[in-house]
């Protein structure tokens, strides 16, 4: 587990657990008069948020809210320049998170804390288990009296539950519950002697309700859920809370089917004489769990339900929805404490104007010439080191990071393949990198900050270096928690970068075009069919697959019916299928004789497609 994880955890879990208590604080305010069993479910969705909430915050699933300062004119795009004047960057804005920096040493240290924490807590739940097992192998089936079978046949019959059992033990303190597929229900020896019918079936079927209510598999999990946050004092209240709503809940139950509730009272009195209270916390259900006898009396005798169940209901679904929404949306503020990543420095590479989508330029008056080449900027650290810091402040959403970050774009000496992301296709990244490289780790890394990302990765597009444009042209293509029409702003210099004279630049620029899906470049792409280069033919093809495109339909036939290669002939045979367009069955027909099985299977797949 990663220290600095550990440390997010456990600052943001102690505002944020605060504030869900409160929320079902105010939420079980609301059900006062409803039944308890919807308060008890309140109470354990909170339980559950409260450690699903820091989790989020700690791995940032819920991306941190960004508040912008201000806003763009029309007449002037973001981030362009007149003249030489310096960019300014209009990404950086105000994160929902406040980031502290510290120290290795510190995080080492409160992490080793918390897992001799975690340690103990676990050693208690063994030592809690063990005494459960312990009571279970107690347990005797013979000497019952007549009047507990009548007790337990009349419970079993109001609860409609015949797969309990019932037994004795010499070392159960109060009656109690354990287990999940067999429950069993365990009576101390005070109770299996001379006791009237109306205790027994009072201890007997507040149990059953228990079984009845599946309350021994719903505590194990809350006790398992609340290890890791029993640090919180209020978790304590919070699991107080549960406790005392579940026995509430079970005693509603019992008067509902079997006692009337002064009978029920009545009789709790005599069992807690025959009992030796107060009970050590155990792993087992109690009838006097919650050490709150005296108010459930007073509620048995007193309390009158205003509300029905209908609008117990109702509520109960609003507060729960109100509080899983607020931590969600909490989730996204908080504190982000790390250790300051160490990125190898390079010199900034010269920021390229970027020109507005509505005034076309050639790639040769928008380039820049950098003052030195890339390889003259490196440090003493290794590619290796290099790459694998990019990979790990992508990792981070470290937003400081994107200048160094975008210095090392240009990056490209090979170095051995890092699984830094082990979901979808950016390992390595598709075939728009010739090898993994500093400058492919670099790109991921931006490609996965999204939004922040976005300006300056713009601005390198018409960097003078080959490797700086063709990783900033696939970010830009890859950037995540941003919508296609986002980025608009980057497809005239994409388009332009179709004529580049780097392949490798063309068939990243083609694939962050089929990935924005802008039909401004539709022309282009269609030409582009025509490249020297038949991996620039595949992307091209691709992108306007992804784009369905059907102005190119044309194109791609002649592509499918020409082209030498059979990797393009097949892209061909899949954008026409995807595409849909009936003017292109004829072709796909003909591809049926092509000398390559795999064009053919495509052409027949097409052909079913389209039909």
Sequence with gaps: MDNEFILNFLVNSAWQITAIWVLAAVGTYLLKNCSAHYRHAVWITALFLCLSA???????????LTLNPGFYSASQPPNTTT??????????RRSSRVVINTKPQNMQLVAAAYFIFLGLCTLRFVRLWRTKENLRRSVTFTGLTAPIEIAL???????????????????ARVPCTVGIRRPLIVLPDSFCGDVDQETL???????MAHVRRKDFLTKLVCELVSQPISFHPLTFLIKRQIERERE???????TQQVLRPETYARSLLRAADLSILPARRTMMLSVFDGRMLEERIRLLMHKQFSANKWSGRVITAVVLIAICVSSVLGSAFGFSLRTPLELPRLAPTPAATVIPSQEPMTMSVARKQDPAPVASQRESTTAQERAQAACDAGRKRDVEAIPSLVAMLGDDRQVEPIACYTTGNWTPALDTFKHPSPGEQAALALASLGRNAFIPLMNQLSNSNAATRRNAAWAVGELTNMIPGDRAPAVPQLINLLSDSDPWVRMAAARALGEVRDRLAS??????????DWRVRRVAAWALNEMKEARAVPALCDLLLRDARVEVRVAAAEALGEIRSVAALLSLERALDDADAGVRAKARWAIDEIN
């Excluded at 079936?201 to 149990?207: A, D, T």
């Design 83 to 92: 003249n030489d004047e310096p960019l300014v960057d209009h990404t950086k």
């Design 54 to 64: 820091p989790v989020i915050t700690a791995t940032q699933v819920v991306p941190a």
């Design 523 to 532: 022309p282009t792409l269609t030409a582009t069919l025509g490249d020297s």
């Design 248 to 254: 509430l809940a079970c005693d509603e139950l019992v």
């Design 153 to 171: 046949k009349r419970c079993k019959t109001a609860f409609g539950i015949e797969r309990v059992r019932l037994g004795r033990s010499a070392t």
């Design 201 to 207: 079936i009072s201890v007997i079927g507040h149990e």
